[in-house]
């Protein structure tokens, strides 16, 4: 570190006499330039050292031009944020389309502002966002957010894409053909839990096109990533083998994993290499170089045994081996490697992972080489329940998103104030998101990163909460910032976490007692919906200029389909009480209310391309070589996001989303078969025939999933904010109940 300071205090006065610009100069001018288009010559950038060996950035005023300076270029993209953030009010969202625009000169900040990280790594990504949102992302899209992250400090991204392009070659390298292989993987939604070990071959074999299209992606990726100054985490080997290797190496100890995991049959389940066979480091040795040549390293790798799965054995020392070998297979194949590793598994399962079984396995591996990602803080920091890992270092990362499901939720105090409370050194070495989906909910996402940058300041969530909703509007909004607050005190509470809380009522397979619904859609919320709806109708109040910026817009439709979703349930209950009182006048009102709002409901979300399962569909059959594969990419996508494998299944509607399309085209006909076989049971006085029902949706999903015929349309429609606000005012009286 000392080296590269005193190489950097030498160059730089050198550089700036020629007038020469260094890589991390350059690379941020062009971020700054994708972002903020025709504005990259109102910015000065410099290189600065690090304080105390932390990332620092400053944001500064010299001859009229705005001077961001930064260690590194993840520092002066953050820089850059802040800037955005703090001085010119704007918002940049992980999901923008088009780049940023800000009127007339840009406006100079009005003092000097350092800022140090006590976080020396920032974690983003989960291996399920591969499937729940990045599956069929193409260049453009990776792009942007590549950006996003670099402007909020992520250094440590998790960078899975493009992997089946290696095993391809490791498992051809053991002599099983490209068929084969290809069978042996999942489709391209799923691969993440076939990478997770959980399954193989559903939705198989995976296309060409796919494969190596993903490669090229992956390296755009990690090439950008790594201008950028980030070091991403790849894949390494935890003892995922395919069946096939039993009969080409049939002295392995090869077990199979037992069946069943997401309700899934034998067919689908995964087979695992005893860490102690000799096999085990030949396979490492093998994918770690062939990866190395596709896409280089950073020596940071992810590996994580028995996801959701059973072990082999539970005795602790089997899983100190397992522990031992991936560590010291992966050293051996890159002396510089370290592992990471997510605690989902330990939370998941705290039954079986007992303290002895999971200290055997850490203590297994040398002290600081394996590194926890402390999967989901906001409900519990497992690091409290481990001794802090037992010695190993971790990042505490937010979760607050299962499936890519659009549920409003952000307890941002609880986790402003969890954060606060870190002392960063050797254990806690940073701060991150395991989020499994990208959508809503920017806000606790972005917070989650600024934190860090805030360590060395008493923390104000109010103060925090006005600025985010300053950025929204574009200006200093007292009707937004007010509208925030209430969110914040109201609607945005402590209780409001992620794991239990999936979707509105629409989204739920009907039944006749909600409580019987898929445990995966709960459509309880944790506060009054007549607060949620006080704070929207503030925000309307909103002037002309905060309504016409993009961030406003979005808010506006994500606030008003959440307190229109949560009102279906009162309408639900209504619905069924009067059909349990055989009032079938009653019924057919209330029923026809429920109907007409997620009709309603879904012509709003095509206001906004956040929310459109077009722009879903679209973006999958574009990986398509041919039309047979475009139907391939479609049917996939579909799957996922409803069935996910199997209609009817322990996994159905897990990834429910409110989007146009979605609620129009296969939650609501669902409702509408539902309500008119209840009307004719009503009328005909007979009992509602439960079974039948459940077997017409299971068809009608399979349907849905394999014969597409609906285009969805993948465009925004309609003016977002004058419908939210129509939609609103037909409503109001009954919200405010």
Request: glycine share 6%.
């Given at each position: 570190?000392?080296?590269?300071?005193?190489?950097?205090?030498?160059?730089?006065?050198?550089?700036?006499?020629?007038?020469?610009?260094?890589?991390?100069?350059?690379?941020?001018?062009?971020?700054?330039?994708?972002?903020?288009?025709?504005?990259?010559?109102?910015?000065?950038?410099?290189?600065?050292?690090?304080?105390?060996?932390?990332?620092?950035?400053?944001?500064?005023?010299?001859?009229?031009?705005?001077?961001?300076?930064?260690?590194?270029?993840?520092?002066?993209?953050?820089?850059?944020?802040?800037?955005?953030?703090?001085?010119?009010?704007?918002?940049?969202?992980?999901?923008?389309?088009?780049?940023?625009?800000?009127?007339?000169?840009?406006?100079?900040?009005?003092?000097?502002?350092?800022?140090?990280?006590?976080?020396?790594?920032?974690?983003?990504?989960?291996?399920?966002?591969?499937?729940?949102?990045?599956?069929?992302?193409?260049?453009?899209?990776?792009?942007?957010?590549?950006?996003?992250?670099a402007m909020n400090g992520v250094n440590r991204p998790l960078m899975l894409a493009g992997q089946e392009a290696v095993w391809l070659e490791v498992w051809k390298s053991f002599g099983m053909t490209d068929t084969a292989v290809r069978s042996y993987f999942s489709g391209p939604a799923h691969l993440p839990w076939h990478r997770m070990a959980n399954m193989d071959k559903w939705g198989g074999p995976l296309p060409v096109s796919y494969i190596g299209g993903q490669k090229v992606l992956q390296q755009q990726i990690l090439k950008r990533s790594r201008a950028l100054g980030m070091k991403p985490i790849l894949s390494a080997f935890a003892g995922h083998v395919p069946e096939q290797l039993k009969t080409l190496r049939p002295s392995a100890k090869i077990t199979q994993i037992e069946p069943g995991w997401g309700g899934m049959v034998a067919k689908y389940t995964t087979y695992f290499l005893d860490p102690t066979d000799s096999l085990f480091g030949e396979i490492q040795k093998r994918f770690l170089q062939e990866q190395k040549k596709l896409y280089g390293t950073d020596h940071l790798y992810s590996a994580d045994p028995f996801n959701e799965i059973t072990p082999p054995s539970w005795e602790p020392d089997?899983?100190?081996?397992?522990?031992?070998?991936?560590?010291?297979?992966?050293?051996?194949?890159?002396?510089?490697?370290?592992?990471?590793?997510?605690?989902?598994?330990?939370?998941?399962?705290?039954?079986?992972?007992?303290?002895?079984?999971?200290?055997?396995?850490?203590?297994?591996?040398?002290?600081?080489?394996?590194?926890?990602?402390?999967?989901?803080?906001?409900?519990?920091?497992?690091?409290?329940?481990?001794?802090?890992?037992?010695?190993?270092?971790?990042?505490?990362?937010?979760?607050?998103?299962?499936?890519?499901?659009?549920?409003?939720?952000?307890?941002?105090?609880?986790?402003?104030?969890?954060?606060?409370?870190?002392?960063?050194?050797?254990?806690?070495?940073?701060?991150?998101?395991?989020?499994?989906?990208?959508?809503?909910?920017?806000?606790?996402?972005?917070?989650?990163?600024?934190?860090?940058?805030?360590?060395?300041?008493?923390?104000?969530?109010?103060?925090?909460?006005?600025?985010?909703?300053?950025?929204?509007?574009?200006?200093?909004?007292?009707?937004?910032?007010?509208?925030?607050?209430?969110?914040?005190?109201?609607?945005?509470?402590?209780?409001?976490?992620?794991?239990?809380?999936?979707?509105?009522?629409?989204?739920?397979?009907?039944?006749?007692?909600?409580?019987?619904?898929?445990?995966?859609?709960?459509?309880?919320?944790?506060?009054?919906?007549?607060?949620?709806?006080?704070?929207?109708?503030?925000?309307?109040?909103?002037?002309?200029?905060?309504?016409?910026?993009?961030?406003?817009?979005?808010?506006?439709?994500?606030?008003?389909?959440?307190?229109?979703?949560?009102?279906?349930?009162?309408?639900?209950?209504?619905?069924?009480?009067?059909?349990?009182?055989?009032?079938?006048?009653?019924?057919?009102?209330?029923?026809?209310?429920?109907?007409?709002?997620?009709?309603?409901?879904?012509?709003?979300?095509?206001?906004?391309?956040?929310?459109?399962?077009?722009?879903?569909?679209?973006?999958?059959?574009?990986?398509?070589?041919?039309?047979?594969?475009?139907?391939?990419?479609?049917?996939?996508?579909?799957?996922?996001?409803?069935?996910?494998?199997?209609?009817?299944?322990?996994?159905?509607?897990?990834?429910?989303?409110?989007?146009?399309?979605?609620?129009?085209?296969?939650?609501?006909?669902?409702?509408?078969?539902?309500?008119?076989?209840?009307?004719?049971?009503?009328?005909?006085?007979?009992?509602?025939?439960?079974?039948?029902?459940?077997?017409?949706?299971?068809?009608?999903?399979?349907?849905?999933?394999?014969?597409?015929?609906?285009?969805?349309?993948?465009?925004?429609?309609?003016?977002?904010?004058?419908?939210?606000?129509?939609?609103?005012?037909?409503?109001?009286?009954?919200?405010?109940?």
């Amino acid at each position: 570190m000392k080296t590269r300071i005193l190489v950097l205090v030498f160059l730089s006065p050198l550089i700036a006499a020629f007038g020469l610009e260094s890589k991390t100069i350059l690379e941020s001018k062009a971020l700054i330039q994708r972002v903020l288009v025709g504005h990259s010559c109102d910015f000065i950038l410099k290189e600065i050292p690090t304080e105390n060996g932390r990332d620092v950035f400053e944001v500064a005023t010299q001859n009229g031009k705005i001077v961001l300076s930064g260690n590194n270029a993840v520092s002066i993209a953050t820089a850059f944020n802040w800037y955005l953030k703090e001085t010119a009010h704007v918002s940049y969202d992980w999901q923008a389309i088009y780049p940023l625009t800000i009127s007339g000169n840009l406006p100079l900040p009005v003092a000097r502002t350092r800022k140090t990280c006590s976080a020396t790594q920032r974690f983003f990504n989960n291996t399920c966002t591969f499937g729940y949102t990045f599956a069929y992302w193409k260049w453009e899209q990776w792009q942007r957010f590549i950006d996003w992250m670099a402007m909020n400090g992520v250094n440590r991204p998790l960078m899975l894409a493009g992997q089946e392009a290696v095993w391809l070659e490791v498992w051809k390298s053991f002599g099983m053909t490209d068929t084969a292989v290809r069978s042996y993987f999942s489709g391209p939604a799923h691969l993440p839990w076939h990478r997770m070990a959980n399954m193989d071959k559903w939705g198989g074999p995976l296309p060409v096109s796919y494969i190596g299209g993903q490669k090229v992606l992956q390296q755009q990726i990690l090439k950008r990533s790594r201008a950028l100054g980030m070091k991403p985490i790849l894949s390494a080997f935890a003892g995922h083998v395919p069946e096939q290797l039993k009969t080409l190496r049939p002295s392995a100890k090869i077990t199979q994993i037992e069946p069943g995991w997401g309700g899934m049959v034998a067919k689908y389940t995964t087979y695992f290499l005893d860490p102690t066979d000799s096999l085990f480091g030949e396979i490492q040795k093998r994918f770690l170089q062939e990866q190395k040549k596709l896409y280089g390293t950073d020596h940071l790798y992810s590996a994580d045994p028995f996801n959701e799965i059973t072990p082999p054995s539970w005795e602790p020392d089997y899983l100190a081996k397992v522990g031992k070998t991936i560590y010291e297979t992966m050293s051996q194949a890159d002396i510089d490697a370290i592992w990471y590793q997510m605690s989902w598994t330990f939370y998941n399962d705290s039954t079986h992972w007992t303290r002895p079984r999971l200290a055997s396995m850490i203590h297994a591996v040398p002290k600081g080489k394996l590194v926890f990602l402390d999967y989901n803080c906001e409900e519990e920091e497992f690091f409290r329940k481990s001794d802090n890992f037992y010695g190993a270092p971790f990042v505490w990362c937010y979760l607050g998103n299962f499936g890519g499901n659009t549920h409003l939720v952000a307890p941002i105090n609880k986790v402003v104030n969890r954060l606060a409370k870190l002392s960063y050194g050797t254990g806690c070495v940073g701060v991150g998101s395991t989020l499994e989906g990208i959508n809503v909910n920017p806000e606790i996402y972005e917070t989650v990163l600024e934190m860090p940058w805030r360590s060395n300041e008493v923390v104000n969530v109010d103060t925090l909460i006005s600025h985010y909703a300053e950025r929204r509007a574009g200006a200093n909004d007292k009707a937004v910032i007010e509208s925030w607050q209430l969110l914040r005190q109201h609607v945005l509470v402590d209780t409001a976490v992620g794991i239990w809380n999936h979707c509105v009522v629409f989204q739920v397979s009907p039944v006749m007692d909600l409580t019987k619904a898929f445990w995966s859609t709960n459509p309880k919320i944790p506060y009054r919906n007549a607060d949620l709806a006080i704070a929207l109708n503030r925000m309307f109040q909103a002037n002309t200029d905060s309504r016409k910026t993009d961030a406003y817009r979005f808010d506006v439709v994500n606030l008003t389909r959440q307190v229109l979703g949560n009102y279906g349930t009162v309408l639900y209950h209504k619905m069924m009480e009067a059909y349990n009182q055989k009032n079938l006048i009653d019924f057919r009102k209330y029923s026809g209310d429920f109907l007409q709002l997620g009709k309603e409901i879904d012509g709003l979300l095509a206001t906004r391309h956040e929310f459109l399962l077009g722009k879903w569909l679209a973006d999958a059959r574009s990986w398509g070589a041919s039309p047979t594969e475009k139907l391939y990419y479609e049917r996939n996508a579909r799957e996922i996001v409803t069935t996910w494998h199997k209609a009817g299944g322990g996994l159905t509607d897990y990834s429910n989303r409110q989007w146009n399309g979605l609620v129009g085209g296969y939650y609501m006909p669902r409702w509408i078969e539902f309500v008119n076989r209840l009307d004719t049971a009503l009328s005909v006085d007979k009992a509602f025939d439960d079974k039948a029902f459940a077997a017409w949706c299971t068809t009608f999903e399979q349907n849905w999933v394999n014969t597409p015929s609906t285009v969805y349309s993948d465009t925004e429609t309609g003016d977002a904010v004058k419908l939210a606000s129509e939609l609103f005012g037909k409503y109001k009286l009954q919200l405010y109940e």
